[in-house]
């Protein structure tokens, strides 16, 4: 299995940044997948899931902001985020769960002016 993260970089407050990951190794289709971030200092948390029937789940401080989606035909799962805060600036990560955790490298979002 193998996750590699994109899409990261520098933007405004109140700016858009797309995210993807590109999955490799196991059948993508049959499996949720899941977006964390970890900020400097803090803890890795939980932002985004969606399962292999499109069911979506958020975080509270995202919903209504960030949008996770999957392409099944690519292979890929992706965190369209809007509205960005000074408070969303972290290491975002991708992973799934095969018969144990994986995890992607992650990809650095920052929000600043």
């Known amino acids: 299995v193998q996750l590699v993260e994109s899409g990261g970089g520098l933007v405004q407050p109140g700016g858009s940044l797309r995210l993807s990951c590109a999955a490799s190794g196991f059948t993508f289709s049959r499996y949720a997948m899941n977006w964390y971030r970890q900020a400097p200092g803090k803890q890795r948390e939980w932002v985004a899931t969606i399962t292999s029937d499109d069911s979506t789940n958020y975080a509270t401080s995202v919903k209504g902001r960030f949008a996770i989606s999957r392409n099944n035909a690519k292979d890929t799962v992706s965190l369209q985020m809007n509205a960005l805060k000074p408070e969303d600036t972290a290491v975002y990560y991708c992973?799934?769960?095969?018969?144990?955790?994986?995890w992607g490298q992650g990809t650095q979002v920052t929000v600043s002016s």
């Open positions: 992973n799934t769960w095969v018969f144990r955790i994986y």
